[in-house]
């Protein structure tokens, strides 16, 4: 990570004041994202489900991340305990 101005877009939902971080704001669909949650529970368990919907219907895929010891998933390092990715 890399200067305070790298996050464009903040989701946060209360009462549990999670914050879910998303670098590119609009995306193509071969580029990376650098998507990071913050405010967990530490060693949660979490499921990050994406979906792509477009003129011929809607891709999904999800990923179930263990929260590390202060309640963050840095998606780029961390590794999903399972999937539907490929």
Same mark, same amino acid.
């Given at each position: 990570?890399t200067?305070?101005?790298?996050?464009?877009?903040?989701?946060?939902?209360?009462?549990?004041k999670m *914050?879910?971080? =998303?670098d590119?704001? $609009? %995306?193509m669909?071969?580029?990376r994202?650098?998507i990071?949650?913050?405010?967990?529970?530490?060693?949660?368990?979490?499921?990050?489900?994406?979906?792509?919907?477009?003129?011929f219907?809607?891709?999904m *895929?999800?990923? =179930?991340f263990?929260a $590390? %010891?202060?309640?963050?998933?840095?998606?780029p390092?961390?590794?999903?305990l399972?999937?539907?990715?490929?």
């Amino acid at each position: 990570m890399t200067g305070g101005g790298m996050w464009r877009k903040v989701i946060s939902t209360a009462p549990q004041k999670m *914050s879910l971080y =998303v670098d590119v704001h $609009d %995306s193509m669909q071969n580029e990376r994202l650098h998507i990071r949650a913050t405010h967990l529970a530490p060693n949660g368990i979490y499921k990050l489900v994406l979906r792509l919907k477009h003129k011929f219907g809607t891709h999904m *895929s999800y990923a =179930v991340f263990k929260a $590390d %010891s202060v309640g963050e998933i840095d998606v780029p390092t961390a590794k999903p305990l399972r999937g539907s990715y490929s």
